[in-house]
C-alpha cells in the first residue's frame, strides 16, 4: 500500500480547537483573535521578559540542499513532537509559505508526512492575510513616491532615475521583473523603468520580521531609503510621511499566528522572508513570544547555514537580543549523493563512493557551526531509498569527527521517531551556558563584512566587486549605512555563488555585482552570482495538478 501523500494525512488529521492549544500555554481565551476554529493570532503583550531569558532556542538549519529541499522544515515539526514527547514544553515558531514556491516547484512550507502543521491547506495558501498586508503595504509606499513625482510642483522633487523602490506581489511572476511604468500621456505618472519583487524578497517583509513592536516597525518603515532629489540628497519615506499609513496596514500582520501540529502541539507561524535573498526566518516577534510562552522553543533558517543560519546569527540574533542554544544540521544520504556527482534522477541508487565524496560538504557546515560558537547535533533524515550501509557509514563518520547525530524519522513516524534526536538535542542545547559568535562586527566596513563571511562560512578564496558594487558603497557610505549587518543574496545550491559546483568547492572567488540598500531592515544586500527576487516557473508549475471541487476538497497541494 502506498504512503499517504502529505495533504491526504494532513485532511485526515482530527485538528483540536484553537482554543484548546492555547490552553496549553496559559493563553486566556479573550486573548486569540480567532481565525475559525483551529487558527488565531497573538497579542504582543503576551510577551514576557522573564520566561523569556529562560527559554532555550534551538536553530535548525542543514547541509546545502538538493533543489527539492533535505526536509527542515519536516525535521523542525518532528522534533518538536519529539520534544513533547520526552516531556518537554516545546513551541516550534516557523515562517509562514509563500504562493510563489507553493504553485511553483518547491511545494509548500508546512512539512512533511507525519510531522506537520495543520490546518495545511490554509497555511499554504492564504493562512490569516499576512502576505496580502505586506504586499498592500509595500505597493502603497510605491504608489506614494509615484504620488510624489507627479506634483505640478514637484513634491519633493524625487528623481525618479535613483527610485529603485519596486512593487510587489506573492507569485513567481518573471514577466514582471523588468516593466515600465507611467504609461499613458500625462494623466498616467511619469514614465520610469522599474519592476516586480516576489513579496517574501520585500523590505517590508524583511521589516515586519526585523521589529520587536509597532513603533519600531514605523521607525524602520520610516528609515527606508526611497531615492535621491535632482540636487543628489537621499530621500526616506519618513520624508513622504508614508510611515503611519503603511504601518497601518499591518496592524494585524504584525501579530504571530497560532496553530497546531498533527499531535496537537503548539506551533507559531509568522513571517516568511526568503532564505536566499532576505533573512530567511520568522518575526522576531514570534521567536521572543514562543520563548515567552515555552521552555523551548524550535525554530529553522532557511537553505543551509552558509545562508539562513549566518543570517540568524549576524542579522536576526543581534536585532532580536537572543542566542541559539543548539542547532541541528538536517542532513540527508541523497544530498551526500548529490554532491558527490551523482544525478537527481539516479539518486534513489545505493552509491557509498558518491556519499563519502559528498559528506565533505556536510562537515564544512558542521565546521560553520564551530564558527558561530553553538553546539550542534547532526539529523540524518531518513528516505526510504537509504541503504543500512549507507546510513551506518554517515553515523559512524559524524562520530568519528566527534560530531552527535540522530536518525530522523518523522516523516514516516511523526514525534516517535525524533525521540532520539530530541533526547540529544535537550541534553546539547541545557549543557550551553554560552552565546553566538558573530562572524564579523557590524562595525567593519560593508567591504571586510563581504569577505569575513565569503571566506569562514563559503570556504572562498577572495572576493571580486564589480564596478557598480563599487559605486553602491559610496552610497551607502554616503546615506550612513555602513554600520548595519550584511544579508548576502546567493544562490542556495552552493556553497559558492554558482550553483554547479557541488560538494566543498575550493579556490573559488564570490563575485558581488551590486549591492542593494534596505535602510529600514537595517542591512545592505550584496548580490551575487544570477540571483534575482522575482522567481519564475518551471516548465511545469506545481499548479497544474491542483484542483478543488464542489464540496471545497483540495487536492494537488504539496
Known amino acids: 500500500m502506498p504512503?499517504?501523500?502529505?495533504?491526504?494525512?494532513?485532511?485526515?488529521?482530527?485538528?483540536?480547537?484553537?482554543?484548546?492549544?492555547?490552553?496549553?500555554?496559559?493563553?486566556?481565551?479573550?486573548?486569540?483573535?480567532?481565525?475559525?476554529?483551529?487558527?488565531?493570532?497573538?497579542?504582543?503583550?503576551?510577551f514576557d521578559e522573564t520566561r523569556f531569558r529562560k527559554s532555550k532556542l534551538i536553530l535548525v538549519t542543514a547541509?546545502?540542499?538538493?533543489?527539492?529541499?533535505?526536509?527542515?522544515?519536516?525535521?523542525?515539526?518532528?522534533?518538536?513532537?519529539?520534544?513533547?514527547?520526552?516531556?518537554?514544553?516545546?513551541?516550534?515558531v516557523l515562517r509562514e509559505p509563500s504562493l510563489g514556491p507553493v504553485f511553483g516547484m518547491k511545494g509548500g512550507a508546512a512539512g512533511g508526512g507525519y510531522a506537520q502543521v495543520v490546518p495545511m491547506e490554509d497555511i499554504n495558501l492564504h493562512f490569516?492575510?499576512?502576505?496580502?498586508?505586506?504586499?498592500?503595504?509595500?505597493?502603497?509606499?510605491?504608489?506614494?513616491?509615484?504620488?510624489?513625482?507627479?506634483?505640478?510642483?514637484?513634491?519633493?522633487?524625487?528623481?525618479?532615475?535613483?527610485?529603485?523602490?519596486?512593487?510587489?506581489m506573492d507569485m513567481n511572476d518573471r514577466a514582471l521583473r523588468h516593466i515600465i511604468t507611467g504609461l499613458g500621456g500625462?494623466?498616467?505618472g511619469m514614465m520610469r523603468e522599474t519592476g516586480f519583487n516576489i513579496t517574501a524578497a520585500s523590505e517590508i517583509m524583511a521589516i515586519l520580521c526585523l521589529a520587536k513592536n509597532m513603533d519600531e516597525l514605523k521607525q524602520k518603515i520610516g528609515n527606508i531609503y526611497v531615492g535621491d532629489t535632482f540636487s543628489g540628497k537621499a530621500v526616506f519615506a519618513r520624508d513622504l510621511n508614508a510611515q503611519g499609513a503603511t504601518a497601518l496596514l499591518l496592524k494585524d500582520a504584525i501579530k504571530p499566528n497560532l496553530v497546531q501540529t498533527?499531535?496537537?502541539?503548539?506551533?507559531?507561524?509568522?513571517?516568511?522572508?526568503?532564505?536566499?535573498?532576505?533573512?530567511?526566518?520568522?518575526?522576531?516577534?514570534?521567536?521572543?513570544m514562543g520563548m515567552s510562552l515555552a521552555d523551548y522553543v524550535i525554530t529553522e533558517a532557511g537553505f543551509g547555514s552558509d545562508l539562513g543560519a549566518e543570517k540568524f546569527i549576524d542579522i536576526v540574533c543581534g536585532y532580536g537580543g537572543f542566542s541559539p542554544h543548539a542547532m541541528v544540521i538536517v542532513a540527508t544520504v541523497r544530498a551526500m549523493k548529490y554532491h558527490g556527482g551523482v544525478p537527481r534522477e539516479q539518486?534513489?541508487?545505493?552509491?557509498?563512493?558518491?556519499?563519502?565524496?559528498?559528506?565533505?560538504?556536510?562537515?564544512?557546515?558542521?565546521?560553520?557551526?564551530?564558527?558561530?560558537?553553538?553546539?550542534?547535533?547532526?539529523?540524518?533524515?531518513?528516505?526510504?531509498?537509504?541503504?543500512?550501509?549507507?546510513?551506518?557509514?554517515?553515523?559512524?563518520?559524524?562520530?568519528?569527527?566527534?560530531?552527535?547525530?540522530?536518525?530522523?524519522?518523522?516523516?514516516?513516524?511523526?514525534?516517535?521517531?525524533?525521540?532520539?534526536?530530541?533526547?540529544?538535542?535537550?541534553?546539547?542545547?541545557?549543557?550551553?551556558?554560552?552565546?553566538?559568535?558573530?562572524?564579523?562586527?557590524?562595525?567593519?566596513?560593508?567591504?571586510?563584512?563581504?569577505?569575513?563571511?565569503?571566506?569562514?562560512?563559503?570556504?572562498?578564496?577572495?572576493?571580486?566587486?564589480?564596478?557598480?558594487?563599487?559605486q553602491n558603497?559610496?552610497?551607502?557610505?554616503?546615506?550612513?549605512?555602513?554600520?548595519?549587518?550584511?544579508?548576502?543574496?546567493?544562490?542556495?545550491?552552493?556553497?559558492?555563488?554558482?550553483?554547479?559546483?557541488?560538494?566543498?568547492?575550493?579556490d573559488f572567488t564570490i563575485t558581488v555585482r551590486e549591492i542593494e540598500v534596505a535602510a529600514g531592515a537595517g542591512f545592505v544586500i550584496p548580490i551575487t552570482?544570477?540571483?534575482?527576487?522575482?522567481?519564475?516557473?518551471?516548465?511545469?508549475?506545481?499548479?497544474?495538478?491542483?484542483?478543488?471541487?464542489?464540496?471545497?476538497r483540495i487536492s494537488g497541494l504539496s
Open 3 to 46: 504512503f499517504p501523500s502529505d495533504l491526504e494525512i494532513a485532511q485526515s488529521a482530527t485538528l483540536k480547537p484553537i482554543k484548546e492549544i492555547a490552553r496549553r500555554l496559559n493563553i486566556a481565551e479573550a486573548d486569540l483573535e480567532l481565525f475559525g476554529n483551529y487558527k488565531a493570532k497573538l497579542p504582543l503583550k503576551l
Open 63 to 92: 547541509m546545502t540542499p538538493t533543489p527539492a529541499g533535505e526536509g527542515k522544515t519536516t525535521t523542525s515539526i518532528g522534533l518538536c513532537e519529539g520534544m513533547n514527547r520526552i516531556g518537554k514544553n516545546t513551541v516550534v
Open 128 to 168: 490569516t492575510g499576512d502576505f496580502a498586508a505586506v504586499e498592500k503595504a509595500n505597493n502603497l509606499l510605491a504608489a506614494l513616491i509615484d504620488n510624489d513625482i507627479q506634483k505640478p510642483d514637484g513634491g519633493l522633487h524625487i528623481d525618479p532615475r535613483t527610485v529603485e523602490w519596486k512593487r510587489v
Open 186 to 188: 500625462k494623466s498616467g
Open 262 to 288: 498533527l499531535e496537537g502541539n503548539p506551533a507559531i507561524i509568522h513571517g516568511g522572508p526568503f532564505g536566499n535573498i532576505a533573512q530567511g526566518a520568522n518575526s522576531i516577534i514570534a521567536t521572543r
Open 347 to 470: 539518486l534513489n541508487q545505493p552509491n557509498l563512493r558518491a556519499l563519502e565524496a559528498g559528506f565533505a560538504n556536510l562537515e564544512k557546515h558542521i565546521e560553520n557551526t564551530k564558527i558561530f560558537g553553538i553546539p550542534a547535533v547532526v539529523s540524518l533524515n531518513k528516505f526510504s531509498a537509504d541503504t543500512d550501509e549507507e546510513l551506518k557509514w554517515v553515523m559512524d563518520k559524524c562520530a568519528s569527527l566527534g560530531v552527535d547525530i540522530a536518525l530522523a524519522e518523522g516523516w514516516e513516524k511523526g514525534g516517535k521517531g525524533m525521540t532520539d534526536l530530541a533526547q540529544k538535542v535537550v541534553e546539547t542545547a541545557d549543557a550551553f551556558h554560552g552565546k553566538y559568535w558573530p562572524v564579523y562586527d557590524w562595525k567593519d566596513s560593508v567591504e571586510e563584512k563581504i569577505r569575513q563571511v565569503a571566506v569562514k562560512i563559503y570556504g572562498a578564496r577572495d572576493v571580486e566587486f564589480l564596478p557598480k558594487a563599487r
Open 473 to 506: 558603497m559610496k552610497k551607502i557610505e554616503r546615506i550612513g549605512l555602513n554600520g548595519v549587518p550584511v544579508c548576502i543574496a546567493k544562490t542556495q545550491n552552493s556553497l559558492s555563488d554558482d550553483a554547479r559546483k557541488l560538494g566543498r568547492p575550493k
Open 529 to 552: 552570482g544570477d540571483i534575482l527576487r522575482m522567481p519564475g516557473l518551471p516548465n511545469v508549475p506545481a499548479a497544474l495538478g491542483m484542483d478543488i471541487d464542489n464540496e471545497g
